[in-house]
């Protein structure tokens, strides 16, 4: 079983950055990607960005964000140790939420993102206008 504990969040004025992290521990599994979800009040939460884990290096591989981070945020990731960040830039108030991390993949048949991993606690992220 995995459990992902992360930090970085706070508040900050609109125009500003704010880095997450996320480390993931436990035994008995393998991690292939890693990403971040956020869920505003009042709002389903909804996919940020994945980082594919392998390759040659330890910093990860290929990269994916939703829409509206992209430009803005950036992920990265120490696969060595099972860690996953989210660079913030130019963070606006609809940035505003909980921001989760998980273990994620792709589901074999429609290739669509999936949560492998159950959600940590988060941490919040409070934009100010």
């Known amino acids: 079983q995995v459990q992902l504990a992360e930090s970085g969040g706070g508040l900050v004025q609109a125009g500003g950055s704010l880095r997450l992290s996320c480390a993931a521990s436990?035994?008995?599994?393998?991690?292939?990607?890693m990403g971040w979800y956020r869920q505003a009040p009042g709002e389903q939460r909804e996919f940020v960005a994945v980082?594919?884990?392998?390759?040659?290096?330890?910093?990860?591989?290929?990269?994916d964000y939703a829409d509206f981070v992209k430009g803005r945020f950036t992920i990265s990731s120490d696969t060595a140790k099972n860690t996953v960040y989210l660079q913030m830039n130019s963070l606006k108030p609809e940035d505003t939420a909980v921001y989760y991390c998980?273990?994620?993949?792709?589901?074999?048949?429609?290739?669509?993102?999936?949560?492998?991993?159950?959600w940590g606690q988060g941490t919040q992220v409070t934009v100010s206008s």
């Open positions: 980082i594919a884990f392998g390759g040659s290096t330890n910093s990860g591989g290929s990269t």
């Open positions: 998980a273990v994620m993949g792709r589901d074999a048949v429609t290739r669509n993102y999936i949560v492998l991993s159950p």
């Open positions: 436990g035994s008995g599994f393998r991690i292939n990607g």
